[in-house]
């Protein structure tokens, strides 16, 4: 994966938290990769491709640090622990889909995902706008290197999630 897929551009009050990662593998999130976890565990884990989903997914944040976990031993990741609100930026899937400041700006209020295609982590603009998509574009972005800004839906994170666990 590559480090630094996304970016936390706007915080909101985020801060970071050290959660353990299970053993099975060595150092299985890096640096800008989204965290996910399955409440009533003690680990996390890397994000799946077509996350987060509202009322499916606990997103709780994207990797600050590389995850300390071998494949016999667990290990530990440091983690903007998000909760609603935050905005990230990451490429868009189709960079042709976000190489001008117009087609940026008409994707605005979209809800979509995060991409997992290949080794790079994206935003898929062309994940349609489903109502349970857990990021939300802004209409701001990068045309240049066609990265768009998108905010984190309270309800797909972890912390503000109303599913109950």
């Known amino acids: 994966m590559t480090i630094g897929d996304y970016l936390l551009v706007e915080p909101k009050d985020v801060s970071t ?18 965290v996910v976890c399955t409440p009533g565990t003690a680990t996390v884990a890397l994000g799946a491709d077509g996350i987060p989903v509202v009322g499916t997914d606990y997103l709780i944040g994207v990797a600050t640090s590389e995850s300390t976990d071998t494949t016999a031993a667990a290990g530990t990741v440091d983690v903007y622990l998000f909760g609603g609100g935050e905005v990230i930026s990451g490429k868009a899937k189709t960079a042709a889909n976000a190489d001008t400041a117009a087609e940026i700006l008409a994707a605005a209020n979209d809800f979509v995902l995060m991409d997992l295609t290949g080794a790079a982590w994206t935003i898929d603009m062309g994940s349609g706008h489903g109502i349970t998509g857990g990021l939300m574009l802004t209409g701001e972005g990068e045309p240049e290197n066609s990265r768009v800004y998108a905010r984190v839906r309270a309800a797909a994170t972890l912390i503000g999630s109303d599913i109950a666990a």
Do not use: C, L, R, Y
Not at 17 to 34: C, H, K, L, R, W
């Open 17 to 34: 938290q050290t959660f353990q990662v299970a053993a099975g593998a060595d150092n299985t999130i890096s640096p800008g990769e989204p």
